[in-house]
């Protein structure tokens, strides 16, 4: 039988292979379509019903090659349905699924191996690297060592959870404990609010903010004046209750404690910083009514406790503060009414007669007026014009002549000029003690942009809080450096990158009145502070030591104004010659005569106005007449001032590359000889006299008060003048290690940190010390001579390799201890070459408030003040270099906002002190006013700055010019907040017309 019996046609094996092969083949192919089993068999009815004939299975070979097949009879049969045709046709180019399966849709469940392990947490580059798998955690909930991930039970969070809770819980009881048996310890304190703002007890947000306030009144009970617990008091209740409640409860703790100055300032912020609730009046009654209570004093039996309170040092923060706010507010009629009247109260028989208005002086006023009126430009352009014009010519009250209103409307003033006694009385109170009027009138000239500190230390004397209202947002602080520069050694090309980018930021930020050259009318407020600096030297007539600072600091307003139009390019010879006359008229008078030090001060007005390669005669012939005076008289050389005079003329001489007259100079001051007196021994012999000379004066510390007087910050110290000589010397010497033991003596013994901190004239000294080291390692040495040329080259070569990574430690280490130095926050801003972000980070470390992010800003733009110059191909890429510094700044300061999640504790507290600062927003706002800000974005932005500084009219004229759609509104909250207004916009409209 056949393996295949339908190929076979029914015969064996042996019979097919039998047969010739031919026809073994022809049989098998033609016979196998007679097989049975391809014919059709009848079927039944039932069987018809089910099966329905396909014609597509039929093919034309069959038809053409099974005739005997189609003349069979075919048994009848119902017509059957037709079957549903197929979904690919041949005609679709790709098979489409036309009607899917839902069961595939969806997964219920993926077996343990394919269950993937998510992280619920995205890393960062800071997180420290720990392998999950192998963390104390997992180790901990895992059940053996064998468990793994596709055996794991699921891990117990509640579990988890609870651990840091009970520690806390059982930190907290201890806490609370140990609060109780020693309540004098102030950490207990501080640590048990901190654990009670954990809430481990899951209340709610106000429960667990009355119970932390409940413990810090607690605290205050033992603790009464202590400003962190104060602080703390007011951030919470700020947060927790509504400005109205908040300010009641402080007017509860008033009573108790009158006489503290951390509570009425945070009184003050709550009306003056609350959008709601600031305007004018109502800030000013709240300092009428403390200023009150401090010149009432210690009336009371509440108050008789307090009786060791100086209320003096509060009354003077607080009428800082008060003028501020009336500048800040645009009140400068007032604000110059309050400073006179505080002065002649303080001074009896003084006229200060300097603060008040002439009309001679305001007649270019008119003119510039008609000329913005008549240009055309639109309407919100006008009113701002006309508004900064008549701030800078319109800042001084009238004359008290008029006798009553009607007087007033008749003869055409402006009422608001008009400030009388009665307006501003309230706000000037004559000081208990006649040593503090000093600092009053300090204060006084500080509040008119005079840049006088340089110092750390003199600004933490004369005004130590600036955290509540973020200092002064007068851009003109920085030129402190400029008016008292610190020393004449380093040329003034290597500041040009700084100096110019400190000009533009002082351009765009600086507000009327100003002495500021680029505005109109800057000559009437230079003038306005020259007479006022004048009249306080008038005050103190009878204490020449008193008398002389504010002269100085007239001769230093004078060499300002120079430096100023020398950088900004108008200066002039009738400047020069106009300030000369003026300095040599004052010298004139017979009090002036004999002071040397006013005469150095001249030589220095003369050399700042010299440009390079102008003759210096005038300058140096004015040091050969004090030297040869001096020699003649035969007096000794122990005067500050000869010595500060010889040191000055020395680092002029480096300056002009004359080093064999500067060493000469150098070697009689430090050997205290004339320069006629004699030969000196050598230069080795003069600085080993000039070590021992400051040897004796560092002893002489010893014999001195700690508490260091107000007017010696700004007379001569012969500590530091033989120190900067003995350097100066040594350096030019090519002494390194003489110079760098005699400073690391000082720095380590007696002018070291303990030293500093128990001692304010120790600390001032070593601030001053810092600063000549810091310069030292600045210094251009000069090339040596012929002689050991090769050795000396060397160790030229080696210092000013080591001189540079020396100087960035020791200026971190200065800012660390003195961060509001002027000298080292523009170091630090210079160093070009330094990774920006090392740069950045230690400003914003640095807690000197607006300075300290003004000098970032500066630094931002000095890297590529002159790249153009220097490389062609930067200076082509200019925009792309201009949108960097741009990028850069938008980060720095959305870096401090609130809305910035990963920033840091250290920015969140520089934040306190910015966000009441206007310099900062409208620095934002600034850099927001281009093409690729959008007008939602800045609107956002203002929105903000207005509810943190509703008062600060700057701030809302700065607006104005960013979104001019919003001038309407801003000129109505102007008016809402009575802040000051110059020009009224239906009056401009009537004059325009």
Known sequence: MSLFPAYGGGQSSEAVSAKEPEEAAATTSADWRNNESYLTKPMSEGAAATLEPNPDTVTTSDESSSAEEEDKPVP????LPRAKPLEFDARDEFFVDKKSNSSLRSISTLSKPAQPLYKIRMSRLRDPHINPRYSATRSKLSSSAKSSRYTRKPLDFDALASEPTLRIQEQLIQTKALAQQQPQVLDHWLQLQRLINFNVYKANRLAVAEEELRTLETALEHHPSNERILRLYSDIANATYPASEVAARFEKMLEKNPFEYTLWTSLIMVTQGNMARCTVPAVLRIYETSMRRMQVGHTDEISRKFATVDTDRIMLKLFHNCVLFLRQSGNMNKMFALLRLTMELNFPGLTVDCLEACTANEKLLIEYEELVLHSGMPMPEIWTRVERLRQAYCYLPYPQLVPSAEDQVERGLDSQRCIYSDDVVPYAHALKSPENRLHLLLLIVQHTKMPLVRSSCLAAKLNPCIDEFGESEAIEMLFAGLADRHSYVMPSSRNVGFHAALINLAKEMSVTPSFMPHFMGHELYGATVSGLLLKCCEAFGAEESKRRVFLLLWLRFQRLLVVLNKLMGKLTKAHLKETRDRIRNQMRLPENRGVLRF?????????????????????????????????????????????HA?????????????????????????AGQHVGAGTTNGIKACLERGLELLKEEVKVLDTLPAEMPLEEYFLPNKLLILLRATCLLGMLDYRYSEVESTFDELLQDQLGPEAAHVSERRRFLREQVLEIRILQLQLPIPPPGEVEKVYLEKRRSNRQALGYVLLKQLVDRGLHEFPRNMMMLQTWAGFHTMMWHKQRARLIRTKAGIVSLLHLVIAANSRFANAGDEDPLLGAREPYIQAAVRNRLLSMFETFLATNQNRSEIEAEQY??????????????????????????????LLTAIDECPWDKALLMEGGTVLPNELPFLQDLMTEKELRMYALPEELDILRN
Request: glycine share 2%.
């Open 76 to 79: 009848e049969a119902e017509e």
């Open 599 to 643: 005469y150095t001060e001249l030589a220095m007005c003369e050399f700042e106005g010299l440009e390079q390669g102008d003759d210096d005669s005038r300058v140096f012939d004015i040091f050969r007449k004090i030297i040869a005076a001096e020699s003649e008289s035969g007096s000794q050389f122990t005067c500050p001032d000869l010595m």
């Open 646 to 670: 010889y040191l000055v003329c020395a680092e002029m001489l480096i300056q002009r590359s004359r080093r064999d007259e500067a060493v000469q100079v150098l070697s009689c001051l430090s």
């Open 912 to 941: 306190r002190v910015l966000r009441r600062n206007s310099i900062y927003w409208r620095l934002y706002l600034k850099c927001l006013s281009d093409t690729r800000t959008s007008f939602e974005r800045s609107k956002h932005v």
